[in-house]
């Protein structure tokens, strides 16, 4: 157990080194208003603390800096999420009065502006295949053997593509291949559509159209694309813009992880509802063993749809984040609520 001294003194040096990058000194924690103690005792007591091993001292320098032990000390038990302001409240709810076709619309603003108002680097899940529903899919011919098919998901996700045939499908056997789809697939979730598509749709698409074998490779190919998560980011190489990451090698490492959406995903992805914060080596991955993720989920009903995501160094603005976080979590909550609602 830490002294009520020892916490105001680890509070301090934290804040400190968050605000100004620089190892923090005894003389330094003294002038602060809310410490009334000695720089000799404050001395003393960081000895204590880097002992502890919440506090590391860099070479060549006389200060302290927190170790990661030290963060997640400070998190756990010292942090006090911070009062946004109006502008940041403002610029969070400007994604609930923008008129949006899809909500992978929202999603992509959400990235940007929760990279703008921390100046870290975001990463947005849109909502994900393991949850998200077919509710609508069509096949327009643009030639005679070429057609655009659009899937429309219950999150509002809406993706086209354009397939070729090997042979001419009449315009009638494409209608009946999009009621046959439609009334058997509505309401099943992405991940599942090949193994349905292949264990019952393509049985009964034989009894209707010629082209059938054809027809279900193609489907097949449309179905596999829509297994991967969406991943959206914003401020990619805002990270270059911390001291702690100047070496270049370093940096391209994490950069170099950014074109790996699966990846990115499975490090980014959140099981547990609400937010959580992994500190440095808490990331088990080592090119993040310098970086702190917080991420928070919104839902639908209650349920799981997708992660919202901030990566940026240990000496993280965490009291600033965690509030935007938060914010922008239950903002995006109430937005696919209203966005399900109006459209379905």
């Known amino acids: 157990m830490l002294t009520e001294r020892q916490l105001m003194i680890l509070k301090a040096i934290v804040n400190d080194y968050i605000t100004n990058a620089e190892p923090v000194g005894s003389r330094s924690v003294s002038k602060r208003e ?39 000390y400070y998190v756990d038990h010292l942090l006090s999420p911070s009062k946004l302001s109006k502008r940041d409240m403002s610029d969070i709810q400007t994604l609930l009065t923008n008129r949006f076709n899809e909500f992978e619309q929202v999603i992509q603003q959400a990235a940007k502006v929760l990279s703008n108002l921390t100046s870290y680097t975001s990463i947005v899940l849109g909502p994900e295949v393991f949850e998200s529903t077919l509710r609508q899919i069509q096949l327009i011919p643009i030639s005679d053997n070429q057609a655009v098919v659009i ?93 702690e990451f100047h070496d270049v090698e370093r940096v391209r490492n994490i950069l170099n992880i950014f074109e790996e959406d699966a990846l990115v995903s499975k490090l980014f992805r959140s099981d547990d509802h609400g937010l959580t914060i992994k500190i440095g080596e808490e990331n088990h991955f080592e090119p993040f063993a310098d970086c702190t993720i917080i991420t928070a989920t919104y839902s639908l009903d209650g349920k799981h749809m997708g992660t919202v995501g901030i990566l940026g160094p240990t000496r993280m603005e965490y009291p600033r984040v965690i509030s935007i976080m938060d914010y922008l979590s239950k903002d995006m909550t109430k937005l696919l609520t209203a966005w399900y609602q109006k459209n379905s």
């Open 34 to 72: 809310d410490i009334n103690y000695s720089p000799a005792t404050i001395r003393n007591e960081m000895s204590d603390l880097e002992e502890l091993g919440f506090l590391e001292k860099p070479h060549s320098s006389a200060g302290r800096i927190p170790s990661q032990k030290g963060y997640r």
């Open 151 to 243: 899937i429309v998901t219950d999150t509002g996700h809406v993706e086209n593509q354009t397939v070729h045939f090997p042979g001419t499908l009449e315009s009638a056997e494409l209608e009946k291949v999009v009621n046959i789809l439609n009334k058997r697939l509505r309401g099943v979730p992405l991940v599942q559509l090949k193994e349905k598509l292949t264990e019952e749709i393509s049985s009964i698409l034989k009894q209707y159209i010629n082209q059938y074998e054809s027809t279900v490779e193609m489907l097949l190919e449309v179905f596999r694309t829509h297994q991967n998560e969406k991943v959206f980011y914003g401020g990619k190489t805002n990270i270059l813009s911390q001291p």
